[in-house]
C-alpha cells in the first residue's frame, strides 16, 4: 500500500458527463500527479500540482482540469465525457516538486468507462 | 525527448528460473531511470530507481537493474521467479536533468510465471 487514496474505484457513466475523480496524497507528500492509462496510449502524464499551485502540464485535455485544495487532496474533472475517455486514472504523490530525487508513489487508480 | 523501449511486451519464465526484462532508453544527458510494477488491478509500485549513484541498484522483492551507459540499457533481472512476480513491468525516464521532471513510460512487458 503507497498511501495514496483515490475514490472512486470505478466509475461508469455515458458520454457528455461530467465526472470527478478525488486523490488524497500520502502523509507529508506537497505534489500531486495525474496519469492516465489506456490501451492506445499507454501511461501519460497529464497534470501536477505543488502545495496547491499548478506545476506542470502534460498531455491533459482542454475538457479536463484538475485543482488541489488547502488539505492537498486533488480533484481532476473530465467533462463532455467521450468514448475514448474511458481509461484507467492515476494519482501519484511525491515530497518535492518533482527533481530527481524526488519519487512518485502512486494510487491504486480510478477506472472509468463512458458508454 | 527522452524515451524507453521496451524490448518485450511478454517475457513466460517458470518459477525458480531467471528473469530478464529489456529496457533501453533515449536521452541526451544522465538521466534518472525507474522500474515500476503493476499486479492486476493494483496500482504502481516502484521496484527500485537509478539516480546516478551507484550503476547497479537494488530494489524490492529480490529485483536488481543495472545502468549501462555504454549500451544504453537499464534491465531488470531477478535469480530466481516467483509466481507472485506475475504483473506488468514498466521501465520509466525521466526527461530533464533537473527541475520538474515528467516521467516517460515504456509500453510495458508483461511477466508471465508458470509452476
Known amino acids: 500500500d503507497s498511501g495514496v487514496t483515490q475514490t472512486p474505484k470505478h466509475l461508469i457513466t455515458a458520454t457528455g458527463q461530467r465526472v470527478t475523480l478525488r486523490c488524497s496524497p500520502r502523509s507529508g507528500d506537497l505534489s500531486v500527479y495525474w496519469y492516465q492509462q489506456s490501451l492506445d496510449q499507454g501511461l501519460q502524464f497529464l497534470i501536477q500540482y505543488y502545495n496547491g499551485e499548478e506545476r506542470a502540464k502534460g498531455n491533459i485535455l482542454e475538457r479536463f482540469s484538475a485543482q488541489q485544495f488547502p488539505d492537498l487532496h486533488s480533484e481532476l474533472n473530465l467533462s463532455s465525457l467521450e468514448l475514448g475517455d474511458s481509461a484507467l486514472y492515476f494519482c501519484a504523490s511525491s515530497v518535492g516538486r518533482g527533481g530527481p530525487t524526488d519519487t512518485q508513489y502512486f494510487g491504486p487508480g480510478t477506472r472509468l468507462t463512458v458508454l | 525527448a527522452q524515451s524507453v523501449t521496451q524490448l518485450d511486451s511478454h517475457v513466460s519464465v517458470s518459477e525458480g528460473t531467471p528473469v530478464l526484462l529489456r529496457c533501453n532508453y533515449s536521452?541526451?544527458?544522465?538521466?534518472?531511470l525507474f522500474w515500476y510494477v503493476q499486479h492486476p488491478n493494483k496500482g504502481l509500485q516502484l521496484l527500485l530507481k537509478y539516480t546516478s549513484a551507484a550503476t547497479l541498484v537494488k530494489g524490492i522483492n529480490g529485483f536488481e537493474a543495472e545502468f549501462k551507459k555504454s549500451e544504453t540499457s537499464f534491465h531488470l533481472t531477478k535469480p530466481s521467479a516467483h509466481m507472485s512476480d506475475a504483473a506488468e513491468y514498466f521501465c520509466v525516464v525521466s526527461d530533464r536533468p533537473t527541475g520538474f521532471q515528467k516521467l516517460v513510460f515504456g509500453t510495458g512487458t508483461r511477466l508471465l510465471v508458470s509452476p
Open positions: 536521452s541526451s544527458y544522465s538521466p534518472s
